[in-house]
Nanobody, 123 residues
Framework: QVQLVESGGGLVQAGGSLRLSCAASGRTFSSAAMGWFRQAPGKEREFVAAISRSGSVRYYADSVKGRFTISRDNAEKTVYLQMNSLKPEDTAVYYC????????????????WGQGTQVTVSS
């Protein structure tokens, strides 16, 4: 079992930055791929970024590539999402997820989810 708790969300102006954190409990963190997803009002939850168990492979949605960076610290059982050059369309609830599937961009490959943290970008 893995429990995930996100933090770091908030209100920021367009062009600004935020760093999200996701703290995990449980012994299986280092064996799980980690992902960030987001859900805007009235929209489906969408993939943002993912990182492999070792941290050596990273995946990004086209909409955030070059602006967001995912990283992890297995010793601290924490995954991060550094978000730069934020845009109003990045406004959403951001969710951290852990999974062992082979498709890091697919929601269905993640078994554990956090409660989400709100990110609001004003224009």
């Amino acid at each position: 079992q893995v429990q995930l708790v996100e933090s770091g969300g908030g209100l920021v102006q367009a062009g600004g930055s935020l760093r999200l954190s996701c703290a995990a409990s449980g012994r299986t963190f280092s064996s799980a791929a980690m992902g960030w997803f987001r859900q805007a009002p009235g929209k489906e939850r969408e993939f943002v970024a993912a990182i492999s168990r070792s941290g050596s492979v990273r995946y990004y949605a086209d909409s955030v590539k070059g602006r967001f960076t995912i990283s992890r610290d297995n010793a601290e059982k924490t995954v991060y999402l550094q978000m730069n050059s934020l845009k109003p369309e990045d406004t959403a609830v951001y969710y951290c997820a852990a999974g062992v599937g082979a498709r890091p961009r697919e929601r269905s490959d993640y078994n554990f989810w956090g409660q989400g943290t709100q990110v609001t970008v004003s224009s």
